[in-house]
């Protein structure tokens, strides 16, 4: 049985399949009270009505036939009678009519029953007809009324049986996309699940859900790819602070090397600062051009080989930038940054001899290398929309970023590896 705890107080689960039975089984019955009823009313009502009908056809006859001779024919019902003053009525029936003259169907003694026709044109003679004995619905009230039951109690037996069934029927998708999400984690929740289910209220649930929780995932990704970005791109501007207050403690330096160390120290906090900021607007769901403005590209091309530079140490790579960087790019300068640190700081730690490339044409930047080329699994990632969960160390670690960079900015991104590898990124998308 499933249940819920809220503020310690457990909730029972309630099957909806199992309302429905319930509340069906208890509309059949009101409806099948009110239907015996209006049955046995209408039986009481067509049977008086025949009575009264003869009874009004035999007052006419009366009628007609003294203003033909003057005087009263012999009445033609053995069970009429006609009276010509109340004090002639039977007994038990003078009393009732007398309290209630408006009245025309009286219970009499002895299970007699009397209905009573007062002559339009003669106010103090009166018709009585007994009709105990024409009676067809009293005498076999209590079969009647024992039908109804047996029978009502058959149609709820039926009806609940209808209920369970349709019950079933229509609480099966809904029963479905609770199991899908009740207690599933959710990494286990298909991406893509609302298909499945009809084009209804339930149909409507399921895409609602299926949409809260792809954005929900997304979220989470974010995050985790913050949280592993962070940790990448700050491992520089980290590393030029510590290197920098070290020499700085260990060596007695001159005013300018002092200065000289500071700047490096406030040239690093500023890419931190940078790097943050564009690492939690990459983490933000939404894609904004915030901050945009006209940034030269060559500057930061540079910063970013000389932060990097370490990397080729002992290596026998000749750096090539071209003089058509010295242009322009419409972009956020942070992650201008961060796209320029990871393709050259891949660029060098991946190439052991040759050379690396700058290039810049028709608003697409071009860093070649003489490298080992991408594993062909990375490339294929990089260059194909994102996978959740998709991701590698070393070169493709770098262009995971680059790429989620990449499209955030609605920038273009290609990848060609073979023998050495050509990225190209089009500012244009």
């Not at 009276?83 to 029936?93: G, V």
């Not at 697409?364 to 996978?387: F, K, M, N, Y």
Request: aromatic residues 10%; hydrophobic residues 40%.
């Amino acid at each position: 049985m499933r249940s819920k705890t809220i503020k310690n107080k457990a909730v029972k689960f309630h099957s909806l399949s199992r309302h429905i039975v319930a509340q069906f089984c208890i509309f059949t019955l009101v409806l099948s009270a009110f239907y015996g009823l209006f049955c046995f009313m209408l039986l009481y009502s067509l049977e008086d009505s025949f009575i009264e009908r003869e009874v009004v056809q035999e007052a006419n006859y009366l009628t007609t036939q003294y203003q033909q001779t003057k005087q009263w024919p012999v009445i033609r019902n053995s069970y009429m009678a006609l009276h010509f003053s109340k004090n002639s009525l039977p007994a038990d029936l003078k009393q009732q009519f007398t309290d209630e003259p408006q009245r025309k169907e009286f219970y009499g003694a002895e299970g007699r029953h009397y209905h009573l026709y007062t002559l339009p044109q003669y106010p103090n003679t009166y018709l009585t007809a007994e009709v105990s004995q024409k009676l067809l619905v009293r005498p076999i009230r209590d079969g009647v009324l024992q039908f109804l039951l047996i029978s009502g109690a058959f149609l709820t037996l039926i009806a609940f049986v209808i209920a369970w069934i349709l019950g079933r029927k229509t609480a099966k998708p809904l029963k479905q996309l609770a199991d899908l999400v009740d207690g599933v984690a959710l990494e286990n929740i298909p991406d893509s699940f609302a298909y499945q289910f009809p084009n209804n209220e339930i149909g409507i649930l399921a895409r609602a859900l299926e949409h809260s929780m792809q954005q929900i995932s997304k979220a989470l990704e974010r995050e985790k790819c913050f949280t592993r970005d962070v940790s990448h791109e700050l491992r520089t501007p980290v590393a030029i602070i510590k290197n920098a207050v070290e020499l700085y403690q260990e060596k007695n330096i001159t005013k300018d090397e002092g200065k000289n160390i500071i700047s490096r120290i406030a040239d690093a906090s500023i890419q931190m600062e940078q790097t943050v900021n564009t690492l939690l607007v990459l983490a933000r769901e939404e894609h904004t051009s915030v901050k945009q403005q006209s940034v030269k590209l060559l500057p930061l091309i540079e910063q970013s080989i000389i932060e990097h530079g370490y990397l080729l140490d002992g290596k026998q790579v000749e750096v090539q930038v071209n003089d058509n960087c010295n242009a322009s790019v419409f972009a956020q300068r942070g992650m201008l940054k961060v796209l320029l640190d990871n393709l050259l700081s891949n660029a060098f730690q991946y190439t052991d001899l040759g050379t690396v490339k700058v290039s810049f044409f028709d608003e697409q930047l071009i860093i070649e290398d003489t490298g080992p080329g991408i594993e062909s699994a990375i490339s294929t990632r990089v260059t194909e929309p994102a996978v959740k969960g998709s991701q590698s160390t070393g070169y493709g670690f770098g262009l995971s970023i680059v790429k989620r960079l990449c499209e955030h900015q609605n920038w273009l991104l290609t990848v060609v590896s073979h023998q050495g590898t050509k990225i190209s990124v089009s500012f244009d998308g």
